[in-house]
């Protein structure tokens, strides 16, 4: 019968880097995976941004100045409310679209 007997500080420091190595997985790693998460989000955030305001002003500018005289005087406002509703509209389809979701682990269609 051969038994390896280990010292009582050998088994210590194996226990403590165990310890350190189960706590980097569990602390450490999940946390990078959720900056580049959020990294990327914000990336994409603020291009989808300033794409929409461009957008926006650009279909406001061609409905003031493509349309004659159909909203000229007191019909001016049009166009403002046109280009609010629309930009509601995307916010309301962006906010009904956030979900859970999991961060830092792998989706079904990516295991």
Do not use: H
């Not at 038994?3 to 880097?17: G, M």
């Not at 189960?22 to 955030?45: H, S």
């Amino acid at each position: 019968m051969a038994t390896s007997l280990r010292s009582i500080p050998e088994t210590i420091q194996e226990l403590w880097n165990l310890l350190v190595a189960y706590t980097k997985q569990e602390t450490v790693d999940p946390l990078r995976n959720i900056g580049r998460f959020v990294a990327y989000g914000v990336g994409g955030m603020v291009i989808l941004t300033i794409g929409c305001v461009l957008l926006a002003l650009s279909v406001l500018r061609a409905m003031q100045s493509q349309t004659g005289d159909l909203f000229s005087g007191f019909w001016s406002w049009v166009p403002y409310a046109v280009v609010t509703l629309v930009l509601a509209a995307l916010v309301g389809l962006a906010i009904s679209r956030i979900g859970k979701g999991d961060i830092g682990t792998a989706r079904e269609s990516e295991r």
